[in-house]
Protein backbone atom coordinates (compact mmCIF):
# COMPACT_ATOMS: atom_id res chain seq x y z
CA UNK A 1 0.00 0.00 0.00
CA UNK A 2 2.62 2.52 0.60
CA UNK A 3 4.45 1.54 -2.10
CA UNK A 4 1.64 2.08 -4.24
CA UNK A 5 0.91 5.37 -2.37
CA UNK A 6 4.24 6.28 -3.27
CA UNK A 7 4.49 5.30 -7.16
CA UNK A 8 1.06 7.29 -7.54
CA UNK A 9 2.48 10.48 -5.81
CA UNK A 10 5.80 10.36 -8.10
CA UNK A 11 4.02 9.99 -10.89
CA UNK A 12 1.55 12.75 -9.91
CA UNK A 13 4.87 14.74 -9.34
CA UNK A 14 5.91 14.07 -12.70
CA UNK A 15 2.72 15.19 -14.65
CA UNK A 16 2.51 18.31 -13.10
CA UNK A 17 5.49 20.73 -13.49
CA UNK A 18 6.18 22.54 -10.36
CA UNK A 19 4.58 26.35 -9.85
CA UNK A 20 6.93 28.98 -11.24
CA UNK A 21 7.40 32.22 -8.76
CA UNK A 22 7.25 34.59 -11.82
CA UNK A 23 5.02 36.19 -14.10
CA UNK A 24 3.62 35.45 -17.47
CA UNK A 25 0.90 35.93 -19.73
CA UNK A 26 -1.86 32.98 -18.69
CA UNK A 27 -5.41 32.30 -18.97
CA UNK A 28 -6.67 33.71 -15.62
CA UNK A 29 -9.42 31.77 -15.08
CA UNK A 30 -7.44 28.74 -15.12
CA UNK A 31 -6.37 27.04 -12.10
CA UNK A 32 -2.66 26.92 -12.74
CA UNK A 33 -2.50 30.98 -13.93
CA UNK A 34 -3.73 31.89 -10.93
CA UNK A 35 -1.74 29.62 -8.92
CA UNK A 36 1.35 31.06 -11.34
CA UNK A 37 0.31 34.50 -10.93
CA UNK A 38 -0.23 34.18 -7.26
CA UNK A 39 3.03 32.76 -6.20
CA UNK A 40 4.47 35.67 -8.25
CA UNK A 41 3.10 38.31 -6.32
CA UNK A 42 4.02 36.69 -3.12
CA UNK A 43 7.88 36.78 -3.85
CA UNK A 44 7.72 40.34 -5.38
CA UNK A 45 6.21 41.30 -2.11
CA UNK A 46 8.66 39.49 -0.32
CA UNK A 47 5.79 37.46 1.12
CA UNK A 48 4.65 33.93 1.69
CA UNK A 49 1.60 32.30 0.80
CA UNK A 50 0.05 29.74 2.82
CA UNK A 51 0.33 26.66 0.29
CA UNK A 52 -2.76 25.12 1.66
CA UNK A 53 -4.80 28.29 0.35
CA UNK A 54 -6.49 28.30 -2.67
CA UNK A 55 -5.40 31.44 -5.01
CA UNK A 56 -8.88 33.72 -5.01
CA UNK A 57 -11.78 32.38 -8.01
CA UNK A 58 -11.78 34.38 -11.03
CA UNK A 59 -15.45 34.90 -12.57
CA UNK A 60 -16.10 36.73 -15.66
CA UNK A 61 -19.14 39.39 -15.00
CA UNK A 62 -21.38 41.48 -17.51
CA UNK A 63 -21.45 45.61 -16.44
CA UNK A 64 -25.37 45.03 -15.54
CA UNK A 65 -24.05 41.70 -12.82
CA UNK A 66 -20.91 44.77 -11.54
CA UNK A 67 -24.01 47.18 -11.23
CA UNK A 68 -26.12 44.80 -9.32
CA UNK A 69 -22.81 43.09 -6.56
CA UNK A 70 -21.91 46.88 -6.35
CA UNK A 71 -25.18 48.29 -4.86
CA UNK A 72 -25.16 45.29 -2.65
CA UNK A 73 -22.17 46.65 -0.64
CA UNK A 74 -22.35 50.53 -1.16
CA UNK A 75 -25.00 51.20 1.47
CA UNK A 76 -22.94 53.36 3.66
CA UNK A 77 -24.59 56.21 4.62
CA UNK A 78 -24.21 59.66 3.31
CA UNK A 79 -27.59 60.93 4.07
CA UNK A 80 -26.90 64.26 5.68
CA UNK A 81 -23.77 65.75 2.83
CA UNK A 82 -26.01 66.01 -0.61
CA UNK A 83 -26.66 69.70 0.18
CA UNK A 84 -23.28 70.35 1.97
CA UNK A 85 -21.21 69.00 -1.39
CA UNK A 86 -23.84 70.34 -3.43
CA UNK A 87 -23.47 73.52 -2.25
CA UNK A 88 -19.66 73.30 -2.48
CA UNK A 89 -20.33 72.07 -5.87
CA UNK A 90 -18.84 69.32 -4.97
CA UNK A 91 -21.65 67.14 -6.00
CA UNK A 92 -23.58 67.04 -9.34
CA UNK A 93 -27.16 68.48 -9.55
CA UNK A 94 -29.58 65.36 -8.48
CA UNK A 95 -27.50 62.83 -7.19
CA UNK A 96 -26.67 61.58 -4.10
CA UNK A 97 -23.32 60.15 -3.06
CA UNK A 98 -23.70 56.28 -3.61
CA UNK A 99 -25.67 56.99 -6.70
CA UNK A 100 -22.54 59.10 -8.17
CA UNK A 101 -19.81 57.38 -6.95
CA UNK A 102 -21.84 54.10 -8.38
CA UNK A 103 -21.76 55.48 -11.57
CA UNK A 104 -18.26 56.45 -11.62
CA UNK A 105 -17.44 52.29 -10.47
CA UNK A 106 -19.89 50.95 -13.01
CA UNK A 107 -18.38 53.15 -15.87
CA UNK A 108 -15.01 52.64 -14.81
CA UNK A 109 -13.91 49.16 -13.06
CA UNK A 110 -12.17 46.57 -15.26
CA UNK A 111 -12.34 44.11 -12.07
CA UNK A 112 -12.91 43.61 -8.32
CA UNK A 113 -11.70 41.91 -5.35
CA UNK A 114 -14.66 41.52 -3.13
CA UNK A 115 -13.56 40.88 0.19
CA UNK A 116 -16.63 39.68 1.65
CA UNK A 117 -16.84 36.69 -0.94
CA UNK A 118 -12.75 36.14 -1.51
CA UNK A 119 -13.21 35.90 -5.29
CA UNK A 120 -12.54 38.20 -7.89
CA UNK A 121 -14.59 39.39 -10.74
CA UNK A 122 -13.39 40.22 -14.42
CA UNK A 123 -15.92 42.88 -15.52
CA UNK A 124 -16.52 41.93 -19.49
CA UNK A 125 -15.71 44.64 -21.62
CA UNK A 126 -14.36 42.70 -24.34
CA UNK A 127 -10.79 42.24 -23.82
CA UNK A 128 -8.68 39.19 -23.85
CA UNK A 129 -8.49 37.18 -20.23
CA UNK A 130 -5.15 35.26 -21.65
CA UNK A 131 -2.48 38.51 -22.27
CA UNK A 132 -0.33 40.76 -20.17
CA UNK A 133 -2.64 42.76 -19.20
CA UNK A 134 -5.63 40.51 -18.24
CA UNK A 135 -2.88 38.92 -16.18
CA UNK A 136 -1.53 42.43 -14.52
CA UNK A 137 -5.19 43.24 -13.82
CA UNK A 138 -5.26 39.31 -11.97
CA UNK A 139 -1.52 40.66 -9.85
CA UNK A 140 -3.49 44.04 -8.81
CA UNK A 141 -6.62 41.73 -7.49
CA UNK A 142 -4.26 39.39 -6.01
CA UNK A 143 -2.91 42.65 -4.06
CA UNK A 144 -6.26 43.33 -2.43
CA UNK A 145 -6.21 39.51 -1.56
CA UNK A 146 -3.23 39.36 0.62
CA UNK A 147 -4.14 43.06 2.11
CA UNK A 148 -7.40 41.46 2.78
CA UNK A 149 -5.78 38.70 4.44
CA UNK A 150 -2.74 40.61 5.88
CA UNK A 151 -4.06 44.06 7.63
CA UNK A 152 -8.16 42.77 7.10
CA UNK A 153 -8.80 45.53 5.25
CA UNK A 154 -12.50 44.66 4.40
CA UNK A 155 -13.14 47.38 1.47
CA UNK A 156 -16.57 48.12 2.02
CA UNK A 157 -16.09 49.67 5.69
CA UNK A 158 -17.68 53.31 6.65
CA UNK A 159 -15.45 56.28 6.97
CA UNK A 160 -13.79 57.72 10.28
CA UNK A 161 -13.23 60.91 8.40
CA UNK A 162 -13.17 61.56 4.40
CA UNK A 163 -9.56 62.59 4.76
CA UNK A 164 -8.44 59.34 6.16
CA UNK A 165 -10.77 57.30 4.37
CA UNK A 166 -8.74 58.88 1.24
CA UNK A 167 -5.41 58.11 2.53
CA UNK A 168 -6.30 54.48 3.27
CA UNK A 169 -7.67 53.75 -0.49
CA UNK A 170 -4.61 55.47 -1.61
CA UNK A 171 -2.17 53.69 0.06
CA UNK A 172 -4.64 50.04 -0.90
CA UNK A 173 -4.60 50.97 -4.54
CA UNK A 174 -1.77 52.72 -4.64
CA UNK A 175 0.19 49.49 -3.90
CA UNK A 176 -2.70 47.47 -6.30
CA UNK A 177 -1.08 49.81 -8.73
CA UNK A 178 2.38 49.40 -8.24
CA UNK A 179 2.20 45.19 -7.81
CA UNK A 180 0.25 45.64 -11.39
CA UNK A 181 2.48 47.54 -12.90
CA UNK A 182 5.82 45.61 -11.87
CA UNK A 183 3.86 42.30 -13.25
CA UNK A 184 3.28 44.33 -16.66
CA UNK A 185 6.95 45.31 -16.82
CA UNK A 186 8.45 41.81 -15.71
CA UNK A 187 6.00 40.14 -18.27
CA UNK A 188 7.41 42.60 -20.94
CA UNK A 189 11.33 42.11 -20.02
CA UNK A 190 11.42 45.91 -19.10
CA UNK A 191 13.77 46.45 -15.67
CA UNK A 192 11.72 48.25 -12.90
CA UNK A 193 14.74 49.41 -11.26
CA UNK A 194 14.97 51.81 -14.86
CA UNK A 195 11.25 52.10 -15.14
CA UNK A 196 10.75 56.08 -15.03
CA UNK A 197 7.97 55.72 -12.52
CA UNK A 198 7.37 59.33 -11.91
CA UNK A 199 6.53 59.81 -15.25
CA UNK A 200 4.45 56.96 -15.73
CA UNK A 201 2.07 57.87 -12.87
CA UNK A 202 2.89 61.56 -13.14
CA UNK A 203 0.90 61.13 -16.69
CA UNK A 204 -2.23 59.48 -15.31
CA UNK A 205 -2.04 62.09 -12.19
CA UNK A 206 -2.14 64.89 -15.26
CA UNK A 207 -5.18 63.34 -16.95
CA UNK A 208 -6.77 62.88 -13.69
CA UNK A 209 -6.56 66.43 -12.57
CA UNK A 210 -7.93 67.66 -16.18
CA UNK A 211 -11.54 66.19 -15.33
CA UNK A 212 -11.05 68.03 -12.12
CA UNK A 213 -13.01 71.10 -13.67
CA UNK A 214 -14.87 69.03 -16.29
CA UNK A 215 -16.29 66.03 -14.28
CA UNK A 216 -19.94 66.45 -12.57
CA UNK A 217 -19.27 65.18 -9.18
CA UNK A 218 -15.81 66.53 -7.97
CA UNK A 219 -16.85 64.67 -4.96
CA UNK A 220 -16.41 61.51 -6.97
CA UNK A 221 -13.16 61.78 -8.63
CA UNK A 222 -11.24 62.97 -5.81
CA UNK A 223 -12.09 59.69 -3.77
CA UNK A 224 -12.66 57.58 -6.93
CA UNK A 225 -9.88 58.52 -9.27
CA UNK A 226 -7.03 60.62 -7.75
CA UNK A 227 -5.81 57.71 -5.35
CA UNK A 228 -4.96 55.18 -8.64
CA UNK A 229 -2.36 57.52 -10.21
CA UNK A 230 -1.38 59.54 -6.29
CA UNK A 231 -0.97 56.08 -4.68
CA UNK A 232 1.06 54.67 -7.50
CA UNK A 233 3.47 57.12 -7.71
CA UNK A 234 3.88 57.26 -3.85
CA UNK A 235 4.44 53.56 -4.37
CA UNK A 236 6.55 53.11 -7.19
CA UNK A 237 9.15 56.02 -5.60
CA UNK A 238 8.93 53.54 -2.49
CA UNK A 239 9.70 51.15 -4.50
CA UNK A 240 12.76 52.75 -6.29
CA UNK A 241 13.99 53.33 -2.80
CA UNK A 242 13.63 50.45 -0.83
CA UNK A 243 12.23 47.60 -2.99
CA UNK A 244 8.90 45.71 -1.01
CA UNK A 245 10.13 46.39 2.64
CA UNK A 246 9.83 50.17 1.57
CA UNK A 247 5.98 49.95 0.59
CA UNK A 248 5.56 47.73 3.51
CA UNK A 249 7.23 50.31 6.09
CA UNK A 250 4.32 52.69 3.97
CA UNK A 251 1.20 50.42 4.75
CA UNK A 252 1.99 49.85 8.18
CA UNK A 253 2.70 53.65 8.88
CA UNK A 254 0.31 55.82 6.52
CA UNK A 255 0.67 59.29 6.49
CA UNK A 256 -1.75 61.16 9.31
CA UNK A 257 -3.76 63.05 6.15
CA UNK A 258 -3.87 63.55 2.52
CA UNK A 259 -2.18 66.59 2.36
CA UNK A 260 0.95 64.54 3.71
CA UNK A 261 0.44 62.19 0.58
CA UNK A 262 0.47 65.23 -1.57
CA UNK A 263 3.43 66.74 0.34
CA UNK A 264 5.42 63.85 -0.53
CA UNK A 265 4.87 63.79 -4.49
CA UNK A 266 6.51 67.26 -4.09
CA UNK A 267 9.87 65.45 -2.26
CA UNK A 268 8.71 67.76 0.81
CA UNK A 269 8.35 66.72 4.61
CA UNK A 270 4.81 65.45 6.00
CA UNK A 271 2.95 69.01 7.79
CA UNK A 272 2.21 68.33 11.15
CA UNK A 273 -0.44 65.70 11.92
CA UNK A 274 -3.95 67.80 12.64
CA UNK A 275 -5.40 67.99 15.34
CA UNK A 276 -8.87 65.78 16.65
CA UNK A 277 -12.19 66.99 15.36
CA UNK A 278 -13.56 69.78 17.44
CA UNK A 279 -16.11 68.93 20.06
CA UNK A 280 -20.14 70.15 19.57
CA UNK A 281 -20.17 73.70 18.84
CA UNK A 282 -22.68 75.28 20.99
CA UNK A 283 -25.06 77.11 19.36
CA UNK A 284 -28.57 77.79 19.95
CA UNK A 285 -30.42 73.98 18.94
CA UNK A 286 -33.73 76.35 18.08
CA UNK A 287 -31.65 77.76 15.14
CA UNK A 288 -28.92 74.69 14.72
CA UNK A 289 -29.91 71.43 14.31
CA UNK A 290 -26.62 69.41 13.88
CA UNK A 291 -26.80 66.55 11.33
CA UNK A 292 -23.36 65.58 10.52
CA UNK A 293 -19.79 66.80 11.01
CA UNK A 294 -16.39 65.60 8.60
CA UNK A 295 -12.99 65.89 7.81
CA UNK A 296 -12.98 66.37 4.37
CA UNK A 297 -8.74 67.10 3.97
CA UNK A 298 -6.76 68.75 1.51
CA UNK A 299 -7.73 66.81 -1.21
CA UNK A 300 -11.48 68.12 -1.63
CA UNK A 301 -10.03 71.33 -0.46
CA UNK A 302 -8.07 71.22 -3.80
CA UNK A 303 -11.22 70.16 -5.48
CA UNK A 304 -13.57 72.26 -4.24
CA UNK A 305 -11.05 75.30 -4.87
CA UNK A 306 -10.37 73.91 -8.36
CA UNK A 307 -14.15 74.11 -9.08
CA UNK A 308 -14.59 77.72 -7.58
CA UNK A 309 -11.97 79.46 -8.48
CA UNK A 310 -11.32 77.54 -12.29
CA UNK A 311 -7.93 77.30 -12.00
CA UNK A 312 -6.63 73.64 -11.33
CA UNK A 313 -3.08 74.11 -10.87
CA UNK A 314 -3.03 76.94 -8.25
CA UNK A 315 -5.66 74.93 -6.22
CA UNK A 316 -3.67 72.16 -6.34
CA UNK A 317 -0.91 74.59 -4.98
CA UNK A 318 -2.76 76.27 -2.34
CA UNK A 319 -4.32 72.95 -0.95
CA UNK A 320 -0.56 71.99 0.11
CA UNK A 321 -0.69 74.80 2.76
CA UNK A 322 -3.65 72.65 4.38
CA UNK A 323 -3.40 72.09 7.79
CA UNK A 324 -6.78 70.92 9.11
CA UNK A 325 -10.42 71.53 8.39
CA UNK A 326 -13.79 70.47 9.79
CA UNK A 327 -17.24 70.77 8.08
CA UNK A 328 -20.04 71.17 9.91
CA UNK A 329 -23.97 70.06 8.27
CA UNK A 330 -26.78 71.89 9.68
CA UNK A 331 -30.60 72.41 9.34
CA UNK A 332 -32.58 75.22 10.53
CA UNK A 333 -35.29 73.21 12.49
CA UNK A 334 -38.01 75.78 11.72
CA UNK A 335 -37.80 76.76 7.77
CA UNK A 336 -35.87 72.92 7.12
CA UNK A 337 -32.52 74.98 5.11
CA UNK A 338 -29.60 73.75 5.08
CA UNK A 339 -26.97 75.39 6.86
CA UNK A 340 -23.30 74.78 6.13
CA UNK A 341 -20.49 75.73 7.89
CA UNK A 342 -16.59 74.69 6.64
CA UNK A 343 -13.36 75.96 8.00
CA UNK A 344 -10.15 75.23 6.78
CA UNK A 345 -6.78 76.43 8.85
CA UNK A 346 -4.23 76.53 6.59
CA UNK A 347 -0.21 77.51 6.36
CA UNK A 348 0.76 80.28 4.21
CA UNK A 349 -2.03 79.87 2.14
CA UNK A 350 -1.74 84.26 1.84
CA UNK A 351 1.52 83.78 0.14
CA UNK A 352 0.10 81.64 -3.12
CA UNK A 353 -1.82 82.99 -5.91
CA UNK A 354 -5.26 81.46 -4.92
CA UNK A 355 -4.80 82.80 -1.22
CA UNK A 356 -4.61 86.78 -2.36
CA UNK A 357 -7.93 86.13 -4.26
CA UNK A 358 -9.50 84.52 -1.07
CA UNK A 359 -7.83 87.32 1.05
CA UNK A 360 -9.70 90.11 -1.13
CA UNK A 361 -13.41 88.42 -0.79
CA UNK A 362 -16.00 89.40 1.78
CA UNK A 363 -18.19 87.06 0.66
CA UNK A 364 -17.66 83.35 0.91
CA UNK A 365 -15.31 81.01 0.61
CA UNK A 366 -12.67 84.01 1.99
CA UNK A 367 -9.35 84.17 4.06
CA UNK A 368 -9.87 85.04 7.95
CA UNK A 369 -7.04 84.98 9.38
CA UNK A 370 -5.07 81.52 8.44
CA UNK A 371 -8.23 79.80 7.83
CA UNK A 372 -10.73 79.81 5.17
CA UNK A 373 -14.17 79.52 5.55
CA UNK A 374 -17.36 78.72 3.84
CA UNK A 375 -20.79 78.78 4.38
CA UNK A 376 -24.22 78.33 3.02
CA UNK A 377 -27.57 78.78 4.32
CA UNK A 378 -27.18 81.95 6.41
CA UNK A 379 -26.41 85.35 6.62
CA UNK A 380 -23.25 86.67 7.33
CA UNK A 381 -24.81 87.64 10.80
CA UNK A 382 -25.28 83.74 11.95
CA UNK A 383 -22.15 82.78 9.76
CA UNK A 384 -19.94 85.06 12.19
CA UNK A 385 -21.93 83.06 15.23
CA UNK A 386 -20.66 79.92 13.53
CA UNK A 387 -16.84 81.13 13.29
CA UNK A 388 -17.42 82.04 16.97
CA UNK A 389 -19.00 78.92 17.84
CA UNK A 390 -16.25 76.76 15.90
CA UNK A 391 -13.30 78.45 17.15
CA UNK A 392 -11.40 75.15 18.74
CA UNK A 393 -8.14 74.01 19.84
CA UNK A 394 -6.56 74.43 16.32
ZN1 LIG B 1 -7.74 48.10 -6.84
Redesign the pocket.
Known sequence: MIRRGLLLLLVQAACSAAPRAEFGPCPIQERRCRVDTLLALEAERGQLWDPWTEPPPVVVIGVAELERRLRLVSAIAWGGWVDPLSSLGLLGPDRTVPEADLRWQVDNTA???WSHDKEVSIVDRGLPLDDVLATATLA??Y??AAQDREFGMSFEVGRTSTDRELVRVTL??GE??LYEQLAALRMQGTDPAAFDWSRHYGERLASVREQTLLFDSPHTLIRQALP?PVGGLLMGRAWQRGRSTAVNQLMLSPPSSFVDVMLALDGRPPAPPPHRLCPRPALPTDRFQLLDTDRLGAGLFYGYLARAFGLEGDAWQAALTWRNDQIWSYRDPTSGTPITFWRIRTAGLRETPLGGTLAARTEPPLLSGDDVLFWSGVDAAAAETLKQATTCAW
Do not use: F, G, L
Request: net charge negative; no cysteine; hydrophobic share 35%.
Open positions: AVYHETHIEAEY
